[in-house]
Nanobody, 126 residues
Framework: QVQLVESGGGLVQAGGSLRLSCAAS????????MGWFRQTAGKEREFVAA????????DYADSVKGRFTVSRDNAKNTVYLQMNSLDPEDTAIYYC???????????????????WGQGTKVTVSS
């Protein structure tokens, strides 16, 4: 079992940057692909980015390509989401999630993931 704790959210002006972190418990972090999702009130949870267990593969939603970068440090049991050129449309609660299945074609679907963090709020002001 994996427990996930996100941090790094906050209030930032449009055009600014934030780096989110997701710390995982347990010794098997490197056995999981990791994903980032976001959600706003009244909307479904939306895929943002994913990274394979080795870090060799990444995937991004079209809306964040070129602005967000996902990375991980398996020695620190942590996955990161570097967010640059933030826009008010990026305002949401951001969640990290862990998937034990290896880099499946369903990695952009929330139901693919087995464990979730509690979320961290990101607010981008215009």
């Amino acid at each position: 079992q994996v427990q996930l704790v996100e941090s790094g959210g906050g209030l930032v002006q449009a055009g600014g940057s934030l780096r989110l972190s997701c710390a995982a418990s347990g010794r098997t972090f490197s056995s999981y692909d990791m994903g980032w999702f976001r959600q706003t009130a009244g909307k479904e949870r939306e895929f943002v980015a994913a990274i394979s267990r080795s870090g060799s593969s990444t995937d991004y939603a079209d809306s964040v390509k070129g602005r967000f970068t996902v990375s991980r440090d398996n020695a620190k049991n942590t996955v990161y989401l570097q967010m640059n050129s933030l826009d008010p449309e990026d305002t949401a609660i951001y969640y990290c999630a862990a998937d034990w299945r290896a880099w499946t074609a369903l990695r952009q679907r929330p139901n693919e993931y087995d464990y979730w963090g509690q979320g961290t709020k990101v607010t981008v002001s215009s």
